[in-house]
């Protein structure tokens, strides 16, 4: 369950570490764990301060991340977009991004809030520098784990053609959107190629 008086605490200490924003952009990273019987653990990290989050096939979290980060190049709400991350109704993960600059010059503030451990991660980050990272490292370890019978039995199984277009997660996590905006580089074009604004 998330606490909103401690997320809205975290966004302050968040502020606040940012309002003098620091000379250069961080680096986002991301490494996935292998799965085990539905369970897998996936770690962020911000110019070197890693942090575990653990995800669990119910609910199925990657639609959900693929979702995210579309609406975070096509939306222009300035409060920011957040997806919440229920790790098996035991765990949850908040996972926020706020836009900083215009559409040509691509700054947010990351955040990371783990509601069970009541810690979070932070950055400053150049925004298609984050989604192409967090897209294709996902989008890899889909491709290299459908190759193995051990990701077949302990994550593919789980889910249907309906989640998984032809049984593989490669196949649901691709988004048009995302790899627009990774050729174009501009969240102005992108969003006027996929919406009517």
């Given amino acids: 369950m998330i606490d909103n008086l401690k997320w809205l605490t975290i966004k302050t200490d968040v502020y606040n570490k940012y309002k003098h924003l620091p000379p250069?952009?961080?680096t986002f990273g991301i490494r996935v764990d292998a799965v085990e019987a539905g369970w897998f653990d996936m770690f962020l990290s911000v110019s070197g301060r890693e942090y575990k989050?653990?995800?669990?096939?119910?609910?199925?979290?990657?639609?959900?991340i693929r979702q995210w980060l579309e609406d975070i190049i096509v939306c222009t709400d300035r409060l920011g977009i957040t997806l919440?991350?229920?790790?098996?109704?035991?765990?949850?993960?908040?996972?926020h991004i706020e836009h900083l600059t215009s559409y040509e010059k691509d700054e947010v503030l990351f955040y990371l809030y783990d509601t069970t451990e009541d810690d979070y991660l932070s950055g400053y980050l150049d925004l298609e520098q984050f989604v192409r990272v967090f897209y294709t490292t996902i989008l890899n370890y889909a491709f290299e784990g459908e190759k193995t019978e051990s990701f077949q039995?302990?994550?593919?199984?789980?889910?249907?053609?309906?989640?998984?277009?032809?049984?593989?997660?490669?196949?649901?996590?691709?988004?048009?959107?995302?790899?627009?905006?990774?050729?174009?580089?501009?969240?102005?074009?992108?969003?006027?190629?996929?919406?009517?604004?």
């Fill in 24 to 26: 250069k952009i961080e």
């Fill in 53 to 64: 989050v653990v995800l669990s096939s119910y609910p199925e979290p990657f639609i959900g």
């Fill in 84 to 95: 919440n991350v229920d790790c098996d109704t035991q765990w949850n993960t908040l996972f």
């Fill in 153 to 197: 039995q302990n994550w593919l199984e789980y889910f249907s053609d309906e989640e998984y277009p032809n049984g593989l997660l490669s196949s649901a996590f691709r988004s048009e959107i995302i790899e627009t905006y990774l050729v174009l580089k501009n969240r102005y074009e992108t969003r006027r190629k996929f919406t009517n604004d």
